[in-house]
Nanobody, 116 residues
């Protein structure tokens, strides 16, 4: 399964972006069974999880984004979103949507570039 993320772009430091991810129809029937998450991989860095959300809506965040990022999901629409506010240059990364723990195959990701 591959989930395609969208919504990235170029933004100035302090700005906001909203990322979205839609589950493919092949997993519609089981989408609500999975904890979903957003991950990112910055230049020269390993991929890291930044936010996750259980089927019931419980959330968890990396310390680096707490208070600035908000993950949400719509089980009826099979979507996962990430609202990013007060963006910093260190948030520049390719962002991916996947289950937590992640499925083997990763989607293309969406690039977020924060200019200082």
């Amino acid at each position: 399964v591959q989930l395609q993320a969208s919504g990235g772009g170029l933004v100035q430091a302090g700005g906001s972006l909203r990322l979205s991810c839609a589950a493919p129809r092949t997993i519609f029937s089981v989408f609500t069974s999975y904890t979903m998450a957003w991950y990112r991989q910055g230049p020269g860095k390993e991929r890291e999880m930044v936010a996750s959300i259980t089927a019931g809506g419980a959330t968890d965040y990396a310390d680096s984004v707490k208070g600035r990022f908000t993950i949400s999901r719509d089980n009826s629409k099979k979507t996962v979103r990430l609202l990013m506010t007060d963006l910093k240059s260190e948030d520049t990364s390719v962002y991916y949507c996947n289950a937590n723990p992640p499925w083997e195959r990763w989607g293309q990701g969406t690039l977020v570039t924060v200019s200082s």
